[in-house]
């Protein structure tokens, strides 16, 4: 649902998470992911997936939001509030001062909701990305 709901708002990237992926990456002796899910009743509601990182200019833990989605019919009962907090539970007893994530642009939903929380866009600074392989050739 989350992948559906980004191409709808324009994202072109290969989508290639799946549940044979987030087992084989989540779990074992060296996850590259945690996360928390959000249940109502006995259904998903949604999930927040989150890696523990660092920020060298402030020498400290952070952790690095992968995504977080509420289902749309879930949304307004404080789910993403309560994943947030979950997620900001977990840095802290992890030694982390902050969390980092990014926002696609067109996700004007989900920046609001972040601002609300009181979250800020970093001023100067931009992602980029590049496939390893292009330094490996």
């Known amino acids: ?16 998470f799946s549940v044979e992926r987030y087992l084989r990456d989540g779990f074992g002796a060296d996850p590259a992911f945690a996360g928390f899910i959000a249940e109502q009743g006995a259904a998903p509601a949604g999930y927040l997936l989150y890696h523990i990182g660092y920020d060298v200019d402030q020498a400290t833990r952070v952790v690095h939001i992968i995504d977080l989605w ?40 989900a920046a609001d909701f972040y601002q609300r929380l009181g979250a800020r866009f ?10 390893v392989g292009s330094l490996l050739r």
């Open 70 to 109: 509420v289902d749309p019919g879930a949304r307004r009962a404080g789910i993403g509030r309560r994943l947030m907090a979950a997620a900001a539970e977990r840095a802290r007893a992890k030694g982390a001062t902050a969390m980092i994530w990014s926002v696609f642009a067109p996700n004007k939903l």
């Open 1 to 16: 649902a989350f992948s559906r709901y980004l191409r709808e708002l324009g994202d072109s990237d290969e989508q290639n």
């Open 122 to 131: 970093y001023g100067e600074l931009r992602f980029m990305h590049m496939p």
